[in-house]
Nanobody, 125 residues
Framework: QVQLVESGGGLVQAGGSLRLSCAAS????????MGWFRQAPGKGRESVAT????????YYAHSVEGRFTISRDNAKNTVYLQMNSLSPEDTAVYYC??????????????????WGQGTQVTVSS
């Protein structure tokens, strides 16, 4: 079993930055692709960024490409999401998730089996 705990969310002004962290415990996730999802009020959960187990490949949703960076430190069993140039449209609850896939870049919810509880990101205009 894997427990995922997100941190780093908060309130920030438009144009600002935040760095989210996702710490895994219970079992290593170093062999798992990891993803960040977000869910805005009244909307479904969407994939934001994905990283393979080695960190050698990444995927970004078009809406965040060039502003967000996903990374991982397998020695710390932690995944990060650096978010720059934030806009009010980025306001959402952000979730990290672990997939049994290693080499691919899963972007669908059903491809992930472990989820964190989420961290709120609010961007004011």
């Amino acid at each position: 079993q894997v427990q995922l705990v997100e941190s780093g969310g908060g309130l920030v002004q438009a144009g600002g930055s935040l760095r989210l962290s996702c710490a895994a415990s219970g079992r290593t996730v170093s062999n798992s692709a990891m993803g960040w999802f977000r869910q805005a009020p009244g909307k479904g959960r969407e994939s934001v960024a994905t990283i393979t187990w080695s960190g050698g490949a990444t995927y970004y949703a078009h809406s965040v490409e060039g502003r967000f960076t996903i990374s991982r430190d397998n020695a710390k069993n932690t995944v990060y999401l650096q978010m720059n140039s934030l806009s009010p449209e980025d306001t959402a609850v952000y979730y990290c998730a672990a997939s049994p896939v290693r080499w691919d870049l899963p972007t669908l919810e059903h491809e992930y089996i472990y989820w964190g509880q989420g961290t709120q990101v609010t961007v004011s205009s």
